[in-house]
């Protein structure tokens, strides 16, 4: 570089423009948690899926209020209570040029259905109750069910980012899931998407390289489809405590970052270089008791049971905490204290829910009725990586258990361990963070709260094994309601036969919070992705 050049950025430097003009429009990002892998069917986790938009697409998008648009799919109706005819967006090519088709979303379903290297089977969801997908045509796509799937346009933008199908080898593809829809060789690993060869997508950029504990590197599609992203370079980088992260920014390592600790924000309000958003979302940060075993391995009592499995104990929990104290004093006023289990307003959700009130002369009485006046051990299983605060809230919580008679220690894990393990049943009682990425009460409940049935694609994430036959004789057959009306007021049954026998203990709703360098702006998401294509230069 000449002395000329290097005078030149060291002036616009100093004038404070960000460093993406700079840098050829290069953004880079800390972020506060890793995507575990590159394969976009892996691990249903926001990282991961806010990760793989920018490579992968689906039918349906979803905006930064988490309203539906057209993606890859430019129409969608139902045909009947039982199908749904998409018809899909033409001159669309994938990042090695070859032309997107109604093949590549069957091929996508098929991969999906028979995919295992994955982690979580929530990507499976609506998917196993599909009984035919059929491609009349290059732009058509007919899904018929064997339920009514009133949700499945939120379903497709939430569950299938679409992948090509020259990937894999097949003679004539088929909807046979059983059968391996026609694929004759094997079907693609998540580690030949990690070596990014397979990670060959619509979107609005390429992977160049991910490398787990080091970074993501993309570069600019430059054929895609859409609007094209102002940035022509990005890397994500992984930076877990919050300290750090604020630090890369503020030496200008990062042009934007994700979920700075609210305590920070008066730091970043007074720094003149420096701006940030916050935006309320849906996510629900929450503890899974482990109720469902008779015997489980974080928990001793006297008596030798598994007191989680009694009601009176998980109530008398859910009011030990000081839900109000969290909030304000760990989150700086940066969430929304969660008397239910979703946002008030969301489809499905109470009214006028009762508050979870703070009471723990009230929570040992409860504590003593079910035969534990003396308490209990427990550790509590957390991330330390994943939510805002999580480590510090999972210590609040054992604070508060353990001022009950609860003897509580606290076990926390970054998410790259802990996920797999609490996928296995591991815990007796863990932190979780779920998004209600459908916008209606099913977003939540379908997996967490649902007894487990797998076929039925019910109680896939309900790792603490609780089982209500009141809630399953509301919740399941609501599902498959099409009149928004009957399906809404089934759902609030639902929601207070849950709140009635605590399967999960609700805390708060996370606002999402991204700072970055003056001259950038960024739509903060109620979805929580942070997407490269929406931060923006200023001037």
């Known amino acids: 570089m000449s002395r000329r050049a290097t005078l030149s950025l060291a002036s616009v430097a100093a004038l404070g423009l960000p460093a993406g003009m700079v840098a050829a429009q290069s953004l880079t990002i800390g972020l506060a948690s890793e995507p575990t892998a590159a394969d976009p069917h ?26 539906l648009i057209a993606g890859l799919a430019e129409s969608w109706k139902p045909v009947d209570d039982n199908t749904w005819e998409l018809k899909l967006r033409k001159g669309v090519k994938f990042s090695n040029g070859e032309p997107f088709t109604s093949k590549d979303v069957l091929f996508t379903i098929c991969r999906v259905l028979n995919n295992e290297t994955n982690v979580s089977r929530s990507y499976m969801e609506p998917m196993q109750n599909f009984t035919d997908v059929q491609t009349p045509d290059e732009y058509t796509v007919i899904i018929k069910s064997d339920r009514p799937i009133p ?33 004759t060789s094997p079907w693609p690993t998540v580690a030949e998407f990690n070596t990014g060869r397979l990670s060959i997508g619509t979107g609005p950029y390429k992977l160049k390289s991910y490398v787990k504990g080091t970074g993501i590197e993309m570069e600019r599609n430059e054929g895609y489809w859409g609007a094209k992203p102002h940035w022509k370079t990005v890397k994500m980088v992984p930076v877990p405590n919050a300290g750090p992260r604020l630090t890369g920014l503020m030496s200008g ?28 979302s849906t996510r629900l940060i929450f503890f899974q008791p482990d109720s ?18 009694d009601l009176r104990v998980r109530q008398a929990i859910s009011m030990a905490i000081d839900r109000k104290a969290i909030v304000q004093r760990l989150m700086d006023g940066m969430a929304t204290v969660a008397n239910q289990y ?14 979870i009130k703070f009471d723990p002369e009230a929570a040992k009485k409860l504590l003593a009725e079910a035969g534990y006046p003396n308490g209990f051990e427990l550790t509590l299983t957390t991330t330390n990586d994943r939510y805002i605060n999580d480590g510090q809230i999972a210590q609040a919580v054992a604070q508060y258990l353990t001022r009950i008679g609860i003897k509580t220690t606290v076990d926390a894990q970054a998410a790259a361990i802990y996920f ?67 399906r809404k007021a089934e759902y609030q049954k639902a929601t207070q036969i ?42």
């Open 42 to 67: 892996y691990h249903k986790v926001t990282t991961n899926d806010s990760f793989s938009a920018h490579i992968f697409e689906s039918l349906i998008n979803r905006n930064a209020k988490m309203e």
């Open 151 to 183: 949700t499945m346009p939120n379903e497709l933008a939430r569950s299938l980012p679409i992948i090509w199908s020259g990937i894999a080898k097949f003679d004539k593809l088929r909807f046979a899931p059983k059968e391996g829809c026609g694929v």
């Open 253 to 280: 390592d990062y042009d934007v970052i994700e979920s700075p600790a609210a305590r920070d924000l008066p730091r970043i309000k007074e720094n003149s270089k420096l701006d940030f958003v916050a935006t309320p």
């Open 292 to 309: 469902g075993r008779a015997q489980s391995p974080f928990v001793k009592a006297a008596d030798g049971k598994n007191p989680l499995q």
């Open 342 to 355: 979703m946002p008030a307003g969301m489809f499905g959700s109470l009214d006028k829910p009762a508050e």
């Open 420 to 486: 797999p393990k609490r996928a296995k049943r591991e815990f007796s009682f863990a932190i979780g963070g779920w998004p209600s990425e459908n916008g209606e009460a099913s977003g939540l409940f379908q997996y967490w709260v649902a007894s487990t049935n797998k076929d039925q694609g019910l109680g896939t994430s309900n790792y603490g094994g609780f089982s209500n036959a009141a809630f399953d004789k509301v919740f399941v057959p609501a599902m498959a309601l099409m009149d928004s009306a009957q």
């Open 498 to 539: 849950a709140l009635d026998n605590v399967p999960l203990i609700p805390l708060h709703f996370e606002s999402s919070i991204w700072a970055y360098k003056k001259g950038l702006s960024y739509e903060g998401r109620r979805d929580q992705y942070t997407l490269a294509m929406s931060v923006k230069p200023t001037k």
